[in-house]
């Protein structure tokens, strides 16, 4: 079936950008999302990009993707420390639920 | 206010006692799921519901059951068969289509 693939830990000082990886498999997928989750709480929708996309910027945060290799990346610019989370990679084609990666979790040293 | 209710948020139960979670929302999306987290495994589909009245099992369904009866609610009940039933739960909804997904708060629980 899909799969998902991303690195389980990330740690960057602060003020540096971020960059998180995810590859999946499945190339009928139509959405690529990525979530934010904070200790304790539901996944927060940060951003998504259509497949026919290649790049989309949403202030600090910049969406790449690369649909021959079936990459995405998620650049935090200007890492804050509130930004420490786990960050999930997720596709979808719209006919089955998304596929979600295992999680990155993101560390900001101060 | 819009958005995906669960409740309660800590929940401890006996072992071999069925217990039942909340999900409740009014965003009117169609679509419902439940998830469980475990640490480093990520998200894992248990149930999902495109319609009133009809739901699908996902990957770990054994030990679950669900009911959708109205469209703002997607009840879930652990039941005494869920072998490791300790994990936080996830509840979510998107609009028509499988796509966009919206999630609640979770509700960790603690089988003792």
């Known amino acids: 079936g899909e799969d998902v693939e991303q690195s389980l830990f990330l740690s960057v000082r602060e003020g540096d950008s971020s960059v998180i990886n995810c590859t999946y498999t499945?190339?009928?997928?139509?959405?690529l999302y990525w979530y934010k989750q904070e200790p304790g709480a539901g996944l927060q929708l940060l951003t998504y990009?259509?497949?026919?996309?290649d790049m989309k910027q949403d202030q600090r945060l910049t969406v790449l993707l690369n649909k021959k290799d079936k990459h995405l990346s998620l650049r935090i610019a200007d890492t804050q420390t509130g930004d420490s989370a786990i960050y999930f990679c997720?596709?979808?084609?719209?006919?089955?639920?998304?596929?979600f990666g295992k999680g990155t979790r993101l560390s900001v040293i101060a | 206010d819009g958005g995906i209710t669960q409740s309660p948020k800590y929940l401890f139960r006996k072992e071999g006692q069925n217990v039942t979670l909340s999900c409740e929302q009014n965003l009117n999306h169609d679509a419902m799921y439940w998830y469980r987290q475990d640490p480093g495994q990520g998200l894992r589909l248990i149930y999902y519901?495109?319609?009133?009245?009809?739901?699908q099992k996902g990957d770990i369904a054994e030990g679950y059951s669900v009911s959708r009866e109205k469209k703002e609610s997607f009840p879930l009940t652990v039941t005494s068969a869920q072998k490791n039933p300790t994990a936080f739960y996830l509840c979510?909804?998107?609009?028509?289509?499988?796509?966009?997904?919206?999630f609640g708060p979770g509700t960790r629980l603690t089988v003792l």
């Open positions: 990009i259509f497949s026919n996309m």
């Open positions: 519901s495109q319609i009133v009245n009809d739901f």
């Open positions: 997720a596709e979808g084609s719209g006919n089955t639920p998304l596929v």
């Open positions: 979510a909804s998107s609009r028509g289509g499988l796509n966009e997904q919206f």
């Open positions: 499945d190339s009928s997928s139509t959405y």
